[in-house]
């Protein structure tokens, strides 16, 4: 599976430059609002050293990182979810993703103009999070009035959660809570998932800074941070021009950029990682002299759902999986190695994937 993650925010917050950056895409980056006319997507490589270690001692014929996909999606404004600015149609592309990382401007720079006319990045926050909250409450009332005249005279199960599940959705969503926040079963959260709403998907926030910014935390990003306390989500620090710049650098070039400003890595990575852990991803391997390869899945995913990944054969003809750690091929130098040390497992159908695992699959169709 690959992590589908919306980038929201503001006009002129440093969406579409973080974005450009982030997938060495050409997003149209302008002072101006409203330059994202259509949702730009990228795909990605996640970042994992492990991968490299790995064809390193396996020598295979080609390596194949996993990959996220990022959607940067027109900058909304007040109202956008009764159709202001470009309106609604953007919130539909959010409804799309898996996850939203939410940008947030916190530099000063009189030469790129902020639609509010000054930075206020809580103000922004507002601004942002009532307008997706507006528009899923918008989307659970209609449901609710046709999902309560279906469930009266039925028995299906589903619907009957689903009508259970909704009046704690509009009760979080009406008090200025996010639809993430209500204390739904299981069922029910699965009852309603295909109502997509946005404010039940995981967010993180994105402290856009000036240079300066990343050698001492601002005012803005220390207000930001504690926001994020508040609701239990994430904060990730990133200079979006400096990002550009390193992003048109040869990959032999960007170590030694990185090394002169005392950054150990790019801030982008940092976003890939804090996406990966939104979300509750991990990271599987599978290796040979053909390929090396990475794979992600959900945390808890138990042998038969990982190769369920690859392709769904393997999963439908699920027979076992053959395991070891990447970590037991690092000390050890080989599979060879790792078999001789009785490290070199069998697995069955209820075998749950650890991170960093390499696995080699059965099956029968």
Known sequence: MALNCGIVGLPNVGKSTIFNAL??????A??????????NIGIVSVPD??????????????????AMEFVDIAGLVAGASK??????????????????????????????IHVAGKVSPLDDIEVINTELLLADLDSAEKRLVRVEKQARNSTDVKLKAEAAALPKLLAALQAGRPARSADLTDDEKLAVRDLNLITAKPMLYVANVDEAGLREKNK???????????????????CGALEAEISLLEPSERSEFLAELGLAEPGLNRLVHSAYKLLDLITYFTAGVQEVRAWTIRRGTKAPGAAGVIHSDFERGFIRAEAYHCEDLFALGSEQAVKANGLYRSEGKEYVVRD??????????
Request: proline share 4%; net charge negative.
């Open 356 to 365: 960093g695992d390499i696995l080699f699959f059965k099956f029968n169709v």
């Open 23 to 28: 997938t060495s895409a050409e997003a149209q």
């Open 49 to 66: 050293d492990r991968l490299d270690r790995i064809a390193e001692l396996v020598v295979p014929k080609k390596v194949v990182p996993t």
């Open 83 to 112: 159709g202001e600015g470009l309106g609604n149609q953007f919130l539909g592309h959010i409804r799309s993703t898996d996850a939203v990382a939410h940008i947030v401007r916190c530099f000063e720079d009189s030469e790129v």
């Open 30 to 39: 302008a002072n101006y609002p409203f330059c994202t006319i259509d949702p």
């Open 220 to 238: 803005w990003v220390e207000a930001v941070e504690q926001r994020a306390s508040e609701e239990n989500s994430q904060v990730v620090q990133i």
